[in-house]
């Protein structure tokens, strides 16, 4: 499943940002939806995860209380809406697709986005 991330950019401590991922050309119909991020000079870390069906959801510590992550069926459309940015949420940021029920390892999913960078200055 071809994913396209779009929505990132540069905000202050504090803002908000929503992340989109889109399907290219195939409907994400029976998979787990994740996002993850990579700071510079540290690995890629999970974020959150929903499943299609039905809607499931599942945070990192980090993130909860300030993102959610959300579909759109009807459009083939994941968001992260990200709140309360903080310097320490600057990273790249990637939707990836999994066909396993709870998956938060890097390795758990077959599908990648290229990335879109988040910046939040202090």
């Known amino acids: 499943v071809p994913l396209v991330e779009s929505g990132g950019g540069l905000v202050q401590a504090g803002d908000s940002l929503r992340l989109s991922c889109a399907a290219s050309?195939?409907?994400?119909?029976?998979?787990?939806l994740g996002w993850f991020r990579q700071a510079p000079g540290k690995e890629r870390e999970f974020v959150a995860y929903?499943?299609?069906?039905?809607?499931?959801?599942y945070y990192t510590d980090s993130v909860k209380g300030r993102f959610a992550i959300s579909r759109e069926n009807t459009r083939n459309m994941m968001y992260l809406q990200m709140n309360g940015l903080k310097p320490e949420d600057t990273a790249i940021y990637y939707c990836?697709?999994?066909?396993?029920?709870?998956?938060?390892?890097?390795?758990?999913?077959?599908?990648w986005g290229q990335g879109t960078q988040v910046t939040v200055s202090s």
């Open positions: 929903i499943r299609w069906s039905g809607g499931s959801t």
């Open positions: 050309g195939r409907t994400f119909s029976g998979y787990t």
């Open positions: 990836a697709a999994s066909s396993l029920q709870g998956p938060t390892r890097e390795y758990e999913y077959t599908s």
